[in-house]
């Protein structure tokens, strides 16, 4: 088969957990911290790894403290850093409360910047599908990634927007967005997108509701994700759904991305699309039943 092209960032998360997130000038002593690997990018990376789905890691890893602990956790994992640059790699400060909730202080650095010759540089017939998620569009080298999607229209894209999909260059979201990709976003991101536009007035819409007009946009798949309530997709014929494992939420760091990476390996291995996302929400249950963004072999 193919490989699948993993577009995006692979950075350094710093953990940090509390009781709940401090207020203006309030001190609070957090119960733990870790670092680990992770960035969207790598963590559904990870996902492909799991149902042997080949894959390149299309991900600038730069200098530094953190820089050097990327090389070094990839070293572990038998993988070869793709893209190397000169400046420092940022990290990620992941925010966890006692209920699972986070929330994110990322300091981008190298791992955000992509240079037009590494994408002239690959030979795209090796690749049938294509990861990109919105962080990278968001940053100054973004034109870069959508000019590439749009040299390429054979293949499949996955876009994972983020919950900044609103710092998104408005031109290059909607270039992207003609490029026809699969959109992968939660409850939240759908509503704030379409209502960003004039096209939601519900204050409560219905999931379903979400998928089908963000079709109208793409004319591709759409999958929604719900936490507890489940996941939804729409695929211009048939709505489909699925429910969510029951889970203890213990830190929600990485759930859409372990959902997103498991309905990406699992369609390019051929399997059905509800098939897909049931096994996709066994994934997510798992991540947020533990703490960081990975799951471990």
């Known amino acids: 088969m193919k490989k699948a092209l993993m577009i995006g960032s692979t950075v350094a998360d710093i953990m940090i957990y509390v009781d709940h997130l401090p207020s203006v000038e309030e001190d609070v002593e957090p119960t733990g911290q870790t670092m680990s690997i992770g960035g969207c990018c790598f963590n559904v990376s990870n996902m492909l790894s799991f149902f042997k789905v080949p894959y ?13 602990f990327i090389l070094e956790e990839l ?4 993988i070869e850093p793709f893209l190397t640059r000169s400046d420092a790699n940022g990290c990620c400060y ?4 006692k209920n699972g909730n986070r929330s994110f202080l990322a300091l981008h650095g190298a791992e955000y910047l992509f240079e037009k ?24 080298t973004g034109d870069v990634i959508v000019d590439f999607i749009k040299r390429n229209p054979q293949l499949n894209v996955y876009f994972a927007p983020s919950a900044r999909l609103l710092h998104i260059p408005e031109n290059l979201m909607e270039e992207l967005l003609d490029c026809s990709p699969i959109l992968h976003l939660n409850r939240e991101e759908a509503c704030m997108y379409l ?25 591709n798949i759409v999958f929604v994700t719900d936490g507890a309530n489940g996941a939804y ?45 049931r096994i996709a929400a066994f994934a997510s249950a798992r991540v947020v039943s533990q703490s960081g963004g990975i799951l471990n072999d």
Do not use: N
């Open 56 to 68: 390149t890691l299309f991900s600038p890893v730069g200098s530094g403290i953190y820089g050097t």
């Open 75 to 78: 070293k572990k994992r038998g």
């Open 94 to 97: 992941c925010i966890v409360d």
């Open 117 to 140: 010759e590494w994408f002239e540089a690959l030979d795209s017939s090796e690749y049938s599908d294509v990861y990109v998620c919105g962080l990278e569009i968001e940053d100054k």
């Open 195 to 219: 209502r960003s536009r004039g096209e939601l007035q519900e204050a409560e819409p219905e999931v379903p509701q979400l998928c089908r007009q963000l079709y109208e946009r793409t004319k």
């Open 233 to 277: 997709a729409f695929d211009g014929e048939q709505e489909y759904g699925v429910p969510a494992f029951p889970a203890t939420a213990r830190d929600g760091t990485g759930a859409g991305d372990s959902h997103i990476g498991t309905l990406m390996a699992l369609r390019m291995l051929g399997y059905p699309l509800q098939t897909a996302m």
